[in-house]
């Protein structure tokens, strides 16, 4: 069995780690639902959110992993991933001279891995997300990376809100140390939805001044269509509820008017008695294109710009399953392959598109 690779800043890494407040005994429920879809989008029996200590590992979020399984840091998996910068992918431990006798895997508790590690803001790595089943799997292609990256994002993100909510509790000089060393836009507001601070990303995101938004409603930030389900959730959260865990997509506004598509990941926290909100705010406009740009992909077809067969299938599976009335047409083309063997692809494609 070899050991993880020794860590060079490890002293600055338990610093960090540190600022999170987490440990086994307190772990973070907000991730919960993040391991769970983890686990459903890859078909995996187990995900975890792992944090790597001086000798141990602790998990602050499980779906499925064995209560007895070893914890200390010489055998974990997720202590290899937190050496690297991208995913640790391990298809058959049982044939990984890392892993082949590590004790885990001796006793069928894991045999497939991939986890990604999580960077604080100050770059170390303080743990990772992973997937685990006790068979082997291979083919983790680089789109199931690039999906488990994502995932990974959304934890961190969830972790950031957690060292916010740290600094908040030790008080207000704390909390404005952290959230200016945050790489994320961070907004904060009080129970009456008057923002009390924000950091110099959130400044630049949304284009104001940062002294002169100060006790202004965080409704400056949102369009008007947005206010009313905000405060509606505030409402409830400051009825007793928890917050949202999944981010909120809205439309954000910048100074100069300009909207673009954000999501917010919410959190609370006591100060002075008084319940206070922060958001990390993220601007999705690369994102948002990027999707549309891949929906049109897979449910159009290139040539025509008409809808395709799998956009047939889900929409004919949706009135389906709503019970509503259909009426499917089908059309053909007589002689079509007379066009194509005699003018060419090129005449045949100037048919289909008019």
């Known amino acids: 069995m070899r050991c993880p690779s020794s860590i060079d800043d490890e002293e600055g890494r338990q610093r960090a780690l540190a600022e999170y407040g987490l440990s086994q005994e307190r772990n973070l429920p907000s991730l919960d639902p993040i391991v769970e879809i983890a686990a459903r989008m890859f078909n995996v029996p187990a995900a975890a ?13 499980n779906h499925g992993v064995d209560e007895d399984v070893d914890c200390s840091r ?5 202590a290899h991933a937190i050496t690297q910068d991208d995913v640790l ?3 058959d431990a049982r044939l990984d001279p890392r892993f082949h006798d590590n004790p885990i895997v001796t006793k069928g508790q894991i045999c497939f891995y991939a986890g990604v590690p999580l960077v604080s803001p100050s770059g170390h790595a303080l743990g990772a997300l992973c997937i685990i089943d006790s068979s082997p799997r291979a083919g983790f292609s ?3 990376q690039a999906r488990l990256k994502d995932l990974g994002r959304l934890a ?24 200016a060393t945050s790489p994320n836009a961070v907004v904060c507001f009080d129970a009456a939805s008057r923002i009390t601070a924000w950091n110099a990303a959130a400044a630049d995101m949304f284009g104001h001044d940062a002294e002169a938004v100060n006790g202004q409603p965080v409704d400056l930030l949102m369009v008007q269509d947005d206010r009313e389900r905000v405060h509606a959730a505030l409402t409830r959260v400051l009825a007793g509820a928890a917050p949202d865990t999944a981010p909120t997509e809205l439309t954000g506004v910048r100074a100069n008017g300009e909207r673009f598509p954000a999501e917010i990941y919410w959190s609370r926290w006591y100060e002075g008695g008084q319940m206070h909100f922060g958001a990390i705010v993220r601007d999705m406009t690369v994102q948002k294109r990027e999707r549309d ?3 049109h992909l897979a449910n159009y077809d290139g040539l025509t710009g008409l809808p395709n067969r799998n956009l047939l299938y889900q929409r004919g599976g949706d009135a389906l399953r709503a019970g509503e009335p259909i009426a499917l047409i089908l ?8 066009i194509n063997d005699t003018l060419g692809h090129a005449a045949g494609d100037a048919v289909l598109q008019s």
Do not use: T, W, Y
Request: some cysteine; charged content about 25%; overall charge negative.
């Open 49 to 61: 959110v792992n944090m790597i200590g001086s000798d141990h590992v602790f998990l602050v979020a």
């Open 74 to 78: 010489d055998v974990s998996f997720c």
């Open 89 to 91: 992918v391990v298809e």
């Open 142 to 144: 680089k789109q199931d």
């Open 156 to 179: 961190s993100d969830q972790l950031e809100l957690r060292r916010l909510e740290v600094a908040a509790e030790a008080g207000p000089s704390h909390f404005e140390a952290s959230a």
């Open 293 to 295: 740009a891949l929906f």
């Open 331 to 338: 059309l053909d083309l007589d002689g079509f392959k007379d």
